[in-house]
Every structure is written in structure tokens, then in C-alpha cells.
């Protein structure tokens, strides 16, 4: 083995090796993966559980509720005034007095409260839904960077015992003292890339404990099938927790309009007085009706209306821009899952995954001195490199998955098994 090969035996070799690969796997059903699996839907559960994140926006929603609550009670409570006076005249009076919401000032501020608690609402749903993108998304990363550490241990095992074996073919003669330091040179690099590897999934172990803490231990292994092409049923525009959270915020912002306004009207105050005036020898009772009307003359509001017409028209603008954003978000995400779900599903029916037969075939070759140290190892780590191209893309469409399963407004309903799916 220690004179050259040539280049048309190394093409043979090629050849050989696709003859010999293993047959195409076929893609699984579009129904496999039509819901989320149960440990994967126990983990998401466990993630949104121990999330602070969560636990805040849901004491914001209960604190939007009782404002809420606040804003539909009513504006005024009466009031009760003593009164004593030793003059001349001694007086002694009690009253009552009540502010009355004539102009519909307990009915804007509901609209309001109504309309923020459903923003709220609408958040929070929106929070756990991309807290479950996040996770999941770091979920497969840290599931990519366990497999490829596997393949990376594989390679170093591989590695090792090619070394082992070019030691032994060097004392009898088969190889020449470069071939056996390219061998050498081998292990080493391949041991520097597994401690990248490792690196890697540390990496991705952390970014996932980032996000959900250690809810989740052990994590569940990702799916080896592939998740099912791309013919969601995107959800309706006003049921998306985007489209609901703008929307409520615009009619917030409507009703801060008539609030601004009806704030403009002076509410009268009413009153009853009653009680007993005594003058010397005489003394009489005494009752009397009070009513007071503020007078708008210092601060008309006026600028308060104006300020909250503009922020109505911001809200009306913003729910138009959210429109389109989902509709642009959701064909990109279409889009980009389709393409690489299309290159990992052909990736797995083609012959470049199969690692371990190239990998053995490789090894016979070289030992029967079919080919030489250098196309055994640049062959080796073509075909490693394209196996850890072929694990990261099925990553890639996995995470696309999860992407386009929230631009679709389906994330929550594929992790509770609810995903609709039709043929397009």
C-alpha cells in the first residue's frame, strides 16, 4: 500500500461505495407527526409551570382583571358632611351629598377596562406561545448538538482504531512512515473536533436551561421521522393572539376617546342638608337641597381628547401593520419549511445518509489496499461531514416547523393534538 492509487481507482471506489449504501428510508405518513408527542407536550407543559416569565404575565392578567372589575364600579360615593357652629345663632346640620354620572362616564371607562383585560388575555396567551417556540426551538438544538456528539464519538472510535491499525500495518510493511503520520494526524484533529462537539452541546444545554430552567430533566429524544409537509390550516386572522391583543388594543383606545369626552362634561353633585339653628330662646329646624355644577373654565379638556384621538389612530395603524406582518410572517415560514423539509426528507431517502456502510466499506478498501491513507481519510471525513450536514438540516426543519406552526397561529393546538391539517 505504500505506492500512490490513482485517481481512476479512488472514482471506483466511489462507485463501489454508492452501489453498496443502504436503501433509501421512506419519509413517514403526514399524520405521524400531527400532534406533538406525549413527553414532548408533558415538557412544554413542565416549561410553561416553572416559567417566571409566565407566572408574571399571569399576576398581570389578574391584575388587568381587577381593573377591569375597577373601571365597570361606580365613579362616585356619597358623601356625609356634620357641621357646628356656637355664635350667635347656634347651628348644628348634617348632609349628604352624591355626584351623579350623567354623562356615561362609568359606561366608557367599562369599554375600556373590558377592552384591556381582553389585550391581556390576548398577551399572556402570546407569552406562553412563544416561551413554547423558544424551548422547543432550543430543544432541538440541544437535541442536534447530543446527536452529532454520538457521530463525533463514532468518528473518534473510528479514528482510533484506524490508528491502532496503521500502526501495525507500518511494522509489517504495508504502509510507508507518512501515511502512518497522516493516520496520527488524524486522531488528533478528530479529538480537537469532538471537544467542539462537546463545547457545542454544552452550549445548547445551557441556552435550553435559560429558557426553561431544569423543568425539564431528562429531555425528551427528538423524533427521528420527519415532521408533515406543509398544509396547515393557518388560523383565522381575529382568533391569532396578535391580531386579538391589536384589535383589543385599538378599541382600548376607542373607548379612551369617549372616556377623554365624557371626562369634558361637568357631573352635578347633590346634596340634602338637614339639622337645627338655635337663637336664643328659639330654636327651629332647617333642611335644604344642594346642588353644585363644576365649571370647565380653567382646563376645558380639550388636549386630552385630542391626545387620545391620536392614540386611536396609532392603535387603528398598528392593528393594519399587524395584518400584515402575519400574512407576510406566515408565507416566509411556509416557505422556508417547505424547502428544507423537501431537502431533508430527500437527504433521508437518498445514499448520502448512510454513514456506517460508507464508513465500513471505506475501512475494507483500505485494509485490502484497494485505496490509499489519503482517499481513506478524505473519504471518511466527507462522509462524516455530510452525515452532520444531514443531522443539522433535519434540525433546521424541525425548528422551520416550529416556526411555521406559530406564524400559522397552530403551535398551542399541535402541542394539545388539535392541529388541522388539508392537502394543498
Known amino acids: 500500500m505504500s505506492v500512490p492509487r490513482t485517481a481512476s481507482l479512488g472514482a471506483a471506489c466511489l462507485l463501489a461505495m ?25 415538557a412544554v407543559r413542565r416549561v410553561w409551570a416553572a416559567s417566571p416569565d409566565v407566572q408574571a404575565a399571569r399576576a398581570g392578567l389578574a391584575a388587568a382583571q381587577a381593573r377591569a372589575q375597577a373601571a365597570a364600579q361606580p365613579l362616585y360615593n356619597p358623601s356625609l358632611s356634620l357641621e357646628a357652629e356656637n355664635a350667635d345663632v347656634d347651628r348644628r346640620t348634617a348632609g349628604i351629598s352624591l355626584a351623579l354620572d350623567l354623562s356615561g362616564k362609568r359606561r366608557a371607562r367599562a369599554s375600556q377596562g373590558s377592552a384591556d383585560l381582553l389585550a391581556s388575555e390576548a398577551g399572556y396567551e402570546l407569552l406562553r406561545r412563544d416561551l413554547a417556540a423558544r424551548w422547543l426551538k432550543a430543544w432541538a438544538t440541544a437535541s442536534l448538538a447530543a446527536r452529532q456528539r454520538a457521530l463525533g464519538q463514532r468518528r473518534l472510535a473510528l479514528m482510533q482504531r484506524f490508528d491502532a491499525l496503521a500502526a501495525e500495518q507500518l511494522k509489517v510493511g504495508d504502509i510507508s512512515s507518512p501515511e502512518r503520520d497522516l493516520a496520527g494526524l488524524a486522531l488528533g484533529e478528530a479529538q480537537i473536533q469532538q471537544a467542539a462537539l462537546i463545547g457545542n452541546e454544552a452550549a445548547a444545554r445551557a441556552t435550553l436551561s ?15 421521522g420527519m415532521p408533515p409537509p406543509a398544509g396547515i ?39 340634602l342638608v338637614g339639622g337645627r339653628v338655635r337663637n336664643g330662646p328659639l330654636s327651629d329646624r332647617v333642611i335644604g337641597v344642594i346642588i353644585a355644577i363644576p365649571l370647565p373654565v380653567l382646563n376645558s379638556g380639550r388636549a386630552e381628547v385630542a391626545a387620545a384621538r391620536a392614540e386611536a389612530e396609532a392603535a387603528a395603524a398598528e392593528l393594519r401593520a399587524q395584518r400584515q406582518r402575519l400574512h407576510a410572517g406566515l408565507q416566509e415560514a411556509q416557505a422556508r419549511y417547505a424547502a428544507l423539509r423537501d431537502a431533508a426528507a430527500a437527504f433521508r431517502q437518498g445514499r448520502a445518509a448512510a454513514f456506517e456502510d460508507r464508513a465500513a466499506l471505506l475501512e475494507r478498501l483500505w485494509r485490502a489496499g484497494e485505496i490509499g491513507t489519503s482517499d481513506y481519510l478524505v473519504q471518511l471525513k466527507q462522509s462524516l461531514d455530510t452525515a452532520l450536514s444531514g443531522q443539522e438540516l433535519e434540525s433546521q426543519a424541525w425548528q422551520a416547523w416550529f416556526d411555521y406552526l406559530g406564524a400559522a397561529g397552530r403551535l398551542t393546538d399541535w402541542l394539545d393534538g388539535r392541529t388541522q391539517e388539508t392537502s394543498r
Open 210 to 224: 435559560s429558557i426553561g430552567g431544569d423543568a425539564v430533566d431528562p429531555l425528551p429524544a427528538l423524533d427521528n
Open 18 to 42: 454508492a452501489t453498496l449504501s443502504a436503501a433509501p428510508r421512506p419519509d413517514p405518513s403526514p399524520s405521524a407527526a400531527a400532534q406533538a408527542p406525549s413527553p414532548l407536550q408533558d
Open 233 to 271: 390550516v393557518p388560523l383565522p386572522d381575529d382568533e391569532r393572539p396578535e391580531w386579538r391583543q391589536a384589535s383589543a388594543r385599538q378599541a382600548s383606545a376607542d373607548a379612551g376617546v369617549q372616556v377623554a369626552r365624557r371626562a369634558r362634561i361637568p357631573d352635578p353633585t347633590l346634596g
